[in-house]
């Protein structure tokens, strides 16, 4: 004869009953099998069938024994008690959660949730985000000047708008400590800078003594010259007039300048400098962040293209026209073949990254070729007008507004990638904070097991959280791979553009304009607070519900 | 998730059988679970796993009193119905009469 006892105490496994109850429940089971196998016996059935009847009674011990508890105590089963697949006594919840934690360990993993946008921050202002001012002074400290002045320039280049004073002190103290950083002065000359007694010019005037030869400071400074001057009245003029190019010219602060930028030998608005600073840094402060890097070049300020197209047209269709008419074709062609070379430095310089720029720049160069053309053929200068026409018909050929718009939204696969990568981020996120709970509650209950019949439930039913944790890390990681590449290893500017800038444009658009303009930034944290008041008032009333009626199995 | 209408009846049911076997006379749980065999002539099958855990739901309700007493050379549980446990079958059975003479009502005219 079985010991039934021993057979039923070995399937419950632990049950832990209070006050002997569980002796009785495995006897009154044991009993059951027992009179089952007698009975079977006793009809004649062999021993070993019978006992196989008996047992089938009870097929699924892990559930009996869940029910049991739950019907004698009127709760689940303790958290630690439990045996079921993802129950913290066995191991494949640990197992996921160990995984999960060891997806830390790619870089490319680390990067994915490190790109993420976060609500309500602004992506461009990275500069206070990364350098707080205890930062910088702890960097001062260290006594590594170049990194120092590194810092300062970041700040300088990357802060936002709030701290323009913050961002020129900063170049300030870069620039004395390392005069090669000096280009960084074209962000500060800015004349948008509008803080109480800040003047752009002593700045143009120290990037115009550093790079003589570069038509960016002079465009500064023709800016800074009329800027305040000009603030109520640029929306006396519509653009398009040609009221507008005569009152500008008519502005020798402005007209000045721009002609020593037009005559420039070349132009540059500091993107290359710009990249490499933004990557040294970053790499410096450990953060392996292309999202920053490629923000940071969005941000990059261009030179004005409206100042450049406007003194062009002042070029082409007043100084070009009235030589003409004056009968001076060589003063003409002077300032059309100025605009022509103005265009081609551009071109240069954009070095097709500026989109924008680069539009200015082709038909700049165009608009001058067709005024170039008919004053050379009247001139039967036929040789320069055959040359002239072979650079119209390339630039016809090249221009970069006839092409299609770079392909940020065009291709599926990056618009898909972009949308996993947010939304398995998104749970990556939310179940990281889940299973931190479901820890804290493990711990708790393994402290005090009957610590709380609601925390019971909750980390029994969290027990869920690790394994999805599991498989939100494996869809981040798969879906952001392709695109996983360290800031080292991206050669230009230009490299970040092609490669990384469609995948995290349509992650930044796949969050929808307005959904991240105004619910996002201004919703997100006060509906996170919303429903956590609510859960809380929710547990409260529920916890209330059942002190008055501590039973609530009772028939209604 | 709220239960199917199906899912109460069956658990009214069961509760109802346990309650109705229990008005006379106290029983253990083996016995219990063959007389539900036996006067259902086979109709009504009780997984005997959900057996134990009802009656000590039912127990803890306060509408079964469970003892230990000696019965064929052993000791046996017995559970015998409570005073809330006997008005409960009053009520139960009052409704069940109601429900299944609805359903008579319905299920046996004949249309002509």
Not at chain 1, 416 to 431: D, E, H, N, T, Y
Request: proline residues 6%; charged residues 25%.
């Amino acid at each position: 004869m079985p010991d039934w006892k021993k057979i039923v105490r070995e399937e419950l496994g632990s049950l832990p009953l209070s006050n002997g109850r569980k002796d009785e429940v495995v006897e009154e089971l044991a009993q059951q099998l027992e009179s089952a196998y007698e009975e079977a016996v006793a009809q004649g059935i062999n021993e070993q069938e019978a006992l196989r009847r008996s047992l089938e009674q009870f097929k699924d011990w892990e559930k009996l024994r869940g029910e049991l508890f739950h019907s004698v105590e009127g709760t689940r089963l303790p958290v630690w008690e439990q045996k079921g697949l993802f129950s913290p006594r066995r191991w494949p919840v640990w197992a996921a959660l160990g995984l999960a934690l060891l997806f830390l360990a790619a870089p490319a993993f680390r990067q994915a949730l490190a790109i993420l946008p976060v609500p309500g921050s602004d992506p461009t202002a990275s500069g206070p985000r990364i350098f707080s001012d205890r930062a910088l002074r702890r960097l001062e400290l260290s006594g590594d000047k170049q990194r120092y002045a590194r810092a300062l320039a970041f700040v300088a280049l990357h802060s936002p708008k709030e701290d323009d004073l913050r961002a020129v002190n900063a170049a300030e103290k870069a620039i004395a400590l390392d005069p090669q950083l000096t280009w960084i002065a074209a962000k500060v000359s800015h004349a948008t800078y509008l803080y109480p007694g800040y003047d752009p010019h002593p700045w143009v005037e120290r990037l115009k003594a550093w790079d003589p030869e570069n038509a960016y400071p002079y465009i500064l400074e023709a800016d800074a010259n009329i800027h305040s001057a000009w603030e109520s009245r640029w929306a006396k003029y519509n653009a398009a007039t040609p009221d507008l190019r005569q009152a500008l010219a008519a502005e020798p602060g402005w007209r000045e300048p721009m002609e020593k930028a037009f005559a420039a030998p070349r132009i540059d608005a500091y993107n290359t400098q710009t990249f490499a600073l933004d990557r040294q840094v970053l790499q410096e402060q450990g953060l392996d962040r292309p999202d920053i890097l490629i923000v940071n070049t969005w941000a990059q300020p261009i030179p004005d293209l409206t100042a450049m197209k406007m003194y062009a047209q002042i070029l082409l269709r007043d100084v070009g026209a009235s030589a003409e008419k004056a009968g001076h074709p060589e003063d003409a062609l002077a300032a059309y073949r100025s605009v022509a070379q103005f265009g081609e430095r551009l071109q240069v310089a954009s070095a097709s990254v500026v989109f924008m720029q680069d539009i200015l720049a082709n038909r700049l160069q165009q608009e001058a070729c067709e005024k170039m053309l008919p004053v050379l053929r009247r001139q039967g200068r036929t040789q320069e007008a055959s040359v002239v026409e072979g650079t119209l018909a390339g630039l016809v050929q090249a221009d970069p507004a006839k092409k299609s718009w770079p392909s940020f939204s065009g291709e599926a696969s990056r618009k898909r990638s972009a949308r996993i990568v947010l939304f398995s981020g998104a749970f990556v996120m939310l179940l990281a904070l889940v299973t931190a709970a479901w820890v804290i509650f493990l711990i708790a209950l393994k402290w005090k097991p009957d610590l709380s019949r609601a925390l019971n439930r909750l980390a029994s039913a969290l027990c869920v959280a690790p394994p999805l944790l599991l498989l939100a890390c494996a869809v981040l990681f798969l879906g952001y791979y392709p695109y996983a590449l360290p800031i080292a290893q991206y050669t230009s500017a230009q490299d970040l553009r092609q490669s990384f800038g469609p995948f995290i444009m349509n992650a930044y658009w796949s969050l929808d304009l307005q959904f991240s303009d105004v619910w996002l930034v201004r919703m997100f944290w006060p509906s996170v607070w919303g429903a956590v008041l609510a859960l809380a008032a929710a547990v409260l009333l529920w916890l209330l519900a059942r002190r008055q009626r501590p039973d609530d199995t009772r028939p209604a | 998730m709220a239960p199917t209408p199906d899912t109460e009846l069956k658990k009214g049911n069961a509760e109802l059988l346990i309650l109705a076997l229990l008005e006379d006379k106290a029983r253990h749980g083996y016995e219990i679970g063959k007389l539900i065999a036996e006067r259902s002539e086979g109709v009504l099958r009780f997984h005997i796993a959900s057996l134990y855990p009802l009656l000590y739901r039912l127990e803890r309700r306060g509408w079964l009193k469970g003892e230990w007493e000696p019965a064929g050379g052993r000791r046996r549980r017995f559970y015998r119905l409570t005073h809330t446990g006997r008005k409960i079958l009053g009520e139960q059975r009052t409704r069940w009469r109601a429900f299944s003479g609805a359903v008579d009502r319905i299920v046996e005219v004949r249309h002509a």
